[in-house]
């Protein structure tokens, strides 16, 4: 199987895959999955917060990868995919500081705290948000703020790093990751759907960089076939 028929399958195995990871993931989540003693049904925001954050870490990753790509290349192809991994790191942070907020009001008894991870994560949110910004106000093939715009979003991507670390480094309301040190105190059952849900909601954010990624590729060759016209 060569590169070609490999990447031709975005359209034929991904979205099928997608729906299938999604689904089964939902009723895991909200039926098979046991309730936790203490917090209750509450608990199961779990299933899309922890995958949401990890979902914006990989997409906020690949932004950094396509960006210094772009500089050394100066092919716009990467400049295209970094666009698009943005966007998508954005849905999928908002998304976590919302079932955060969720599951923090019952719990924590507030929507909102000043900890320290969720205002490093709310600073992710802003630092990718004036990325696009940037990138989205001036032409396609600006070459200047691309570039300018790939060395932001490089150093913008060191906030990942210190939102992970900040449990460790500060006092915080959130406790130590879950999943990295295997908890004894958490159910297999819990463990297990966590696992899967990861898993499918990065599928999910595959899949749209996929077809974010397209859509930047197509906006750039209109550009080149009006530039010829002209």
């Not at 949401?52 to 050394?72: E, H, K, M, R």
């Not at 990751?177 to 899967?196: C, G, Q």
Request: charge should be positive.
């Amino acid at each position: 199987m060569n590169l070609n028929t490999l990447y031709n399958l975005r359209w034929t195995v991904l979205p099928p895959v997608v729906g299938v990871a999604i689904t089964v993931m939902a009723g895991l989540a909200l039926v098979s999955a046991p309730t936790e003693v203490v917090e209750g049904d509450v608990q199961r925001l779990l299933y899309v917060h922890l995958p949401s954050a990890l979902a914006s870490y990989l997409s906020f990753g690949i932004t950094a990868v396509c960006s210094a790509l772009f500089l050394i290349t100066r092919d716009f192809k990467w400049d295209a995919g970094a666009q698009a991994a943005a966007l998508v790191g954005l849905i999928f942070t908002a998304l976590t500081l919302i079932t955060g907020a969720l599951w923090g009001r019952p719990i924590w008894g507030v929507y909102w705290q000043w900890d320290p991870r969720i205002t490093t994560t709310l600073i992710l949110f802003l630092i990718f948000a004036a990325y696009l910004v940037a990138r989205k106000s001036s032409e396609l093939d600006n070459e200047r703020v691309a570039r300018f715009c790939s060395v932001y979003a490089i150093i913008g991507f060191l906030d990942v790093p210190l939102i992970h670390m900040s449990v460790r480094w500060w006092r915080t309301l959130h406790p130590q990751p879950i999943v990295s040190r295997l908890d004894p105190a958490l159910p297999t059952e819990m463990l297990l759907v966590t696992l899967f849900s990861v898993a499918a909601v990065l599928l999910v954010a595959v899949w749209f960089i996929v077809l974010g990624v397209e859509t930047e590729l197509l906006s750039q060759r209109l550009l080149k076939i009006k530039g010829r016209v002209r």
